[in-house]
Nanobody, 128 residues
Framework: QVQLVESGGGLVQPGGSLKLSCAASGFAITEYWMYWVRQAPGKGLEWLSYISPTGGTESYTDSVKGRATMSRDITKNTLYLQITDLKSEDTAVYYC?????????????????????WGQGTHVVVSS
């Protein structure tokens, strides 16, 4: 059974940093495109980043480029997203997501969470 469990969210002061984790089970993250997505209160999905199955390709959306870094621990089958210099506009629920089919990217920037597998999300609040 595929499962994604995010953790690491919380209350952070502006300028601070967080490292979010996404523990995967039921599949290998080395076989699927993986994504980080967030949803701010009252807003739609914002796709932040993706990483290829081999780890050789990754990309970030402009709003976090230069502040966000994806990484993964294959031995733990876990994906990470570290964001520095946090701003109030980074306040959101952060999700990791997995493409439904191996080695194919089909989910990037979809408007809804109707494809693939998603975690329950972890809340990040940036406030002083």
């Amino acid at each position: 059974q595929v499962q994604l469990v995010e953790s690491g969210g919380g209350l952070v002061q502006p300028g601070g940093s967080l490292k979010l984790s996404c523990a995967a089970s039921g599949f290998a993250i080395t076989e699927y495109w993986m994504y980080w997505v967030r949803q701010a209160p009252g807003k739609g999905l914002e796709w932040l980043s993706y990483i290829s199955p081999t780890g050789g390709t990754e990309s970030y959306t402009d709003s976090v480029k230069g502040r966000a870094t994806m990484s993964r621990d294959i031995t733990k089958n876990t994906l990470y997203l570290q964001i520095t210099d946090l701003k109030s506009e980074d306040t959101a629920v952060y999700y990791c997501a997995k493409d439904p089919r191996p080695n194919i990217s089909t989910m990037w920037r979809r408007e809804t969470r109707d494809r693939g597998s998603w975690g329950q999300g972890t809340h990040v609040v940036v406030s002083s």
